[in-house]
Nanobody, 115 residues
């Protein structure tokens, strides 16, 4: 089992920045991959960024060059730095972890970008 707790969401103006944090209940070395997904009202949940245990990252085309996923192994925490935010980035952001081939999800944190 893995518990994930997100933080860092909020309201920001277009062009601004936010950093999301996801604290895991176990060492992230034991987790195959972690990532961030988002779900806007009336839309399906979509991948934002992933970070494999190897360090390989993957980003949705819509966030490439603006968002950066990173981790702090000592804190068992994964971050999502979001810059140049746009109104279309407004969504609930969920942290995800794959542990022993099973997916685990956090409770989500709201990000609202005003125009």
């Amino acid at each position: 089992q893995v518990q994930l707790v997100e933080s860092g969401g909020g309201l920001v103006q277009a062009g601004g920045s936010l950093r999301l944090s996801c604290a895991a209940s176990r060492s992230i070395f034991s987790i195959s991959a972690m990532g961030w997904y988002r779900q806007a009202p009336g839309k399906q949940r979509e991948l934002v960024a992933t970070l494999a245990r190897s360090g390989v990252t993957n980003y949705a085309d819509s966030v490439k060059g603006r968002f950066t996923i990173s981790r702090d192994n000592a804190k068992n925490t994964v971050y999502l730095q979001m810059n140049s935010l746009k109104p279309e980035d407004t969504a609930v952001y969920y942290c995800n972890a794959y542990y022993l081939t099973a997916p685990f999800w956090g409770q989500g944190t709201q990000v609202t970008v005003s125009s």
